[in-house]
């Protein structure tokens, strides 16, 4: 079994930051690309930004700039500093990372539970 379990998510003013946190956990055999998405209310999923497993990334432009998106290998585990946020991140932030579990012979995308972000005064 493997699970994605993120952490960090809350009520933050704008302009200010908030890291999110998201751990891989289980029968892991590899894991490639890692990333964040998210999804406000009455509108689709979006990807935020991406990290490949030798450390690439891509971002979205409306974060471009103000997010950081950062894994750490040995901790199967990806992070996201958001800084400068606006009301316009808030939404449900999740985790997703393409893992080849030990039991199988072929890759899969998992997601996480999804986090809360609310920008707000």
């Known amino acids: 079994q493997v699970q994605l379990v993120e952490s960090g998510g809350g009520l933050v003013q704008p302009g200010g930051s908030l890291r999110l946190s998201c751990a891989a956990s289980?029968?892991?055999?590899?894991?490639?690309?890692m990333g964040w998405y998210r999804q406000a209310p009455g509108k689709q999923r979006e990807l935020v930004a991406l990290?490949?497993?030798?450390?690439?990334?891509n971002y979205v432009d409306s974060v471009e700039g103000r997010f950081t998106i950062s894994r750490d290998n040995a901790k199967n585990t990806v992070y996201l500093e958001m800084d400068n946020l606006k009301p316009e991140d808030t939404g449900v932030y999740y985790c997703?990372?393409?893992?080849?579990?030990?039991?199988?012979?072929?890759?899969?995308?998992?997601w996480g539970q999804g986090t809360q972000v609310t920008v707000s005064s």
């Open positions: 997703y990372a393409q893992i080849r579990p030990r039991y199988r012979e072929y890759t899969g995308n998992y």
């Open positions: 289980g029968s892991i055999f590899s894991i490639n690309d």
């Open positions: 990290i490949t497993n030798d450390g690439a990334t």
